[in-house]
């Protein structure tokens, strides 16, 4: 599977937008990318993916390189319940939508 | 508001007892996946199904882990005997295999003393 790396802890003001980054130098042609993230005490929860086009929905906005190497992952306004970790994560179908979690990065939100 | 149920949420044994974890994946779903989460493994896929088939199990110890779903509405994840060391959360998603989003539920907390 291939891997991605990311900072394993990052810290926000509220109201203020929040830029995640995410490397995936050996992303294969069919891989998409995949942001999960965990709430305290919750299940992993889907926030958005993304295969080459820069992608938005209503949590957030996720910006892909151009040679697909790395990805942002954007929280426009960030709020005390975006407090969680962030997973970026490399999945095909042809793996069978497979998702390998890492370490995330860890968002602290301040007030 | 359709969800992933899973039950038990708490489950607490001796090692040496059998486990049984139920999930319900959300309705009309055909894949279903069991992670474990634990703080020094992270999440960790044990086993996923589609259609209600074992397609890879290769993150399960064969030993004492066995997941099955008897129906559509319906995954188990048995352990027996149990170990300490099965410790952990364990969750359950589903989804759609042509689609990319998986849904998980709220999780079993296993402690296993």
């Known amino acids: 599977d291939a891997k991605t790396t990311q900072p394993n802890s990052m810290e926000s003001n509220e109201e203020e937008p929040v830029h995640l980054p995410c490397n995936h130098s050996?992303?294969?042609?069919?891989?998409?990318i995949h942001w999960y993230r965990q709430l305290p005490s919750q299940g992993p929860e889907y926030v958005i993916h993304?295969?080459?086009s820069n992608v938005n929905n209503r949590m957030a906005s996720l910006a892909i390189a151009e040679d697909r190497k790395s990805s942002t992952l954007i929280l426009h306004r960030a709020t005390l319940r975006d407090a969680a970790v962030y997973y970026c994560?490399?999945?095909?179908?042809?793996?069978?939508?497979?998702?390998?979690f890492g370490g995330g990065t860890r968002v602290l939100v301040k007030p | 508001d359709a969800r992933v149920t899973q039950t038990p949420r708490h489950k607490v044994t001796e090692m040496g007892q059998e486990v049984t974890m139920r999930c319900q994946p959300i309705?009309?779903?055909?894949?279903v996946f069991w992670y474990r989460q634990t703080m020094m493994q992270g999440l960790e896929l044990l086993a996923y199904?589609?259609?209600?088939?074992?397609?890879?199990d290769s993150g399960m110890p064969k030993d004492r882990f066995s997941a099955e779903m008897p129906d559509a509405t319906l995954a188990t994840l048995k352990i027996q005997p149990s170990e300490p060391r099965d410790s952990a959360v364990y969750f359950c998603?589903?989804?759609?295999?042509?689609?990319?989003?998986?849904?998980f539920g709220p999780g079993t907390r296993l402690t296993v003393l």
């Open positions: 998603a589903s989804g759609f295999s042509q689609d990319n989003e998986q849904f």
């Open positions: 050996t992303i294969s042609g069919t891989d998409y």
């Open positions: 993304g295969l080459t």
């Open positions: 994560i490399l999945s095909s179908q042809a793996a069978g939508n497979k998702l390998t």
């Open positions: 309705l009309g779903h055909n894949t």
């Open positions: 199904f589609r259609n209600r088939a074992p397609l890879d």
